[in-house]
T-cell receptor, first 111, second 114 residues
Framework: GNSVTQMEGPVTLSEEAFLTINCTYT??????LFWYVQYPGEGLQLLLK?????DKGSNKGFEATYRKETTSFHLEKGSVQVSDSAVYFC??????????FGTGTSLTVIP | KAGVTQTPRYLIKTRGQQVTLSCSPI?????VSWYQQTPGQGLQFLFE???????NKGNFPGRFSGRQFSNSRSEMNVSTLELGDSALYLC?????????????FGPGTRLTVT
């Protein structure tokens, strides 16, 4: 079946620290992979995506590389800001019309 | 361009009642998907509609149903509510579905069942 496993939170970092949120997946075929971010009181927003193996998605300083050999799509950012505090969701879509999400990782960045 | 809107934003219902949630997609978007978000289970896919037809369905009981109108607006109905149905229900729209098209999420409807 299809599933996503995310690193348990919450994660608390100091401003300018390095961020890694682990995400591994199980899927049939060759899914597309996504990271979404949810700010308090808002819906989810697409942060970045990768549609095939070895693709690197990037946006707003965040990066994630589609690793088929390790079935992973870890999210990284070199220097986090207070404004990055949010909940981050890893997701996959095998067909394009149905998405499977991880349980989310809450990030708090303190000044 | 207006984003995805969901109404109402908050609902309190009693066990056994039914509820209807509404979602208006971004203008021009024809695909609407619904998700249930809970602290324990995260986001779970309910169903997806495209051009008034249900195209995909998740693993939820038949108490959960939906429909889409000709203007792409969508409604979700839950009958015989249970305590476990308390959740944030999110709607997402995209141009035509498919992972190449970004899904835009609404703010959600917070349903509390007492």
């Amino acid at each position: 079946g299809n599933s996503v496993t995310q690193m348990e939170g919450p994660v608390t970092l100091s401003e300018e620290a390095f961020l890694t949120i682990n995400c591994t997946y199980t899927a049939t075929g060759y899914p597309s992979l996504f990271w979404y971010v949810q700010y308090p009181g808002e819906g989810l927003q697409l942060l970045l995506k990768a549609t095939k193996a070895d693709d690197k998605g990037s946006n707003k300083g965040f990066e994630a590389t589609y690793r088929k050999e390790t079935t992973s799509f870890h999210l990284e950012k070199g220097s986090v800001q207070v404004s990055d505090s949010a909940v981050y969701f890893c997701a996959l879509s095998p067909t394009g019309n149905q998405f499977y999400f991880g349980t989310g990782t809450s990030l708090t960045v303190i000044p | 361009k207006a984003g995805v809107t969901q109404t109402p934003r908050y609902l309190i219902k009693t066990r056994g009642q039914q509820v209807t949630l509404s979602c208006s997609p971004i203008s021009g978007h024809r695909s609407v998907s619904w998700y249930q978000q809970t602290p324990g289970q995260g986001l779970q896919f309910l169903f997806e509609y495209f051009s008034e037809t249900q195209r995909n369905k998740g693993n939820f009981p038949g108490r959960f149903s939906g429909r889409q109108f000709s203007n792409s607006r969508s409604e979700m109905n839950v009958s015989t509510l249970e305590l476990g149905d308390s959740a944030l229900y999110l709607c997402a729209s995209s141009l035509s579905g498919g992972s190449l098209y970004e899904q835009y999420f609404g703010p959600g409807t917070r349903l509390t069942v007492t």
